[in-house]
């Protein structure tokens, strides 16, 4: 009871300096010839699912870093489990062109919360924890879809063989605006073939997010977003509370 008490103290503590610190957070800086789009913000989550998959059964906290140049992009972002050990680091950089976004993404899971594993610097393709992402995203212009598709092109991604899965994962999403004060996505992903996802063909993450401005005071409103999330191939399901910082 005493450590589900400290628990509680150590988020609200969390949640009251984030918040002061969103409003300096965001900032943009001016050059002659540039201008560079900083932001820095912050997700406590449920826990951590990901296209359909579960990594964290317990709360995390998402701090990301992202930066905007004309038509590129890039940032680092974080996922740390609270009272419990997990750590990942992922950092990616992209462009856009047309409707189209493109982005090369490094994820990274550590096996330890405060060093995030053994050797961050290896890159061996047998051997390291990084794992190399292509992801092409296809906005529409007179609906709010979006199409993605994205393959793992390099490292921890392997069969029981340390051969590459080169797994494959493609989603739709469409969005609905100001739904009853809400901004509504549905949502539909699925593999082609056996990797990372699923040992076939299949669909592995189906569902709905429902995103709200709180007000906290005149100042300061932070997104709160339920996600209900299916994963038919393993037949499992998730429900998954986010509050943006």
Request: hydrophobic share 40%; net charge negative; aromatic share 18%.
């Amino acid at each position: 009871m005493k450590l589900r008490n400290s628990i509680l103290i150590l988020l609200v503590a969390l949640l009251s300096i984030i918040s002061t610190a969103r409003l300096k957070a965001e900032t943009r800086v001016n050059n002659e010839d540039a201008k560079v789009d900083i932001s820095v913000n912050a997700d406590l989550v449920s826990r951590y699912v990901w296209r359909g998959m579960l990594y964290s059964s317990n709360f995390n906290l998402q701090p990301s870093v992202n930066f905007g140049y004309k038509n590129f992009y890039g940032g680092v972002w974080g996922s740390y489990g609270i009272a419990h050990e997990f750590a990942e680091v992922d950092f990616y950089v992209g462009f856009t062109k047309g409707n189209f976004a493109f982005t090369l993404n490094d994820y990274y899971v550590g096996t330890d919360i405060g060093l995030l594993g053994d050797d961050y610097f290896n890159y061996s393709s047998e051997t390291t924890n990084h794992a190399f992402e292509a992801e092409v995203q296809y906005f529409f212009e007179d609906i709010p879809l979006v199409l993605t598709g994205s393959n793992f092109f390099y490292g921890n991604d392997r069969d029981e063989d340390g051969d590459n899965y080169y797994s494959t994962y493609f989603e739709a999403m469409y969005n609905f605006y100001d739904v009853s004060g809400y901004n509504v996505s549905l949502f539909a992903g699925g593999t082609p073939a056996e990797g990372l996802y699923s040992d076939g063909a299949a669909i592995v993450n189906v569902g709905a997010s429902f995103l709200k401005e709180v007000e906290v005071n005149d100042l300061i409103s932070l997104p709160l977003e339920a996600s209900l999330i299916f994963n038919p191939d393993a037949e499992d399901i998730f429900f998954v509370l986010s509050l943006t910082f």
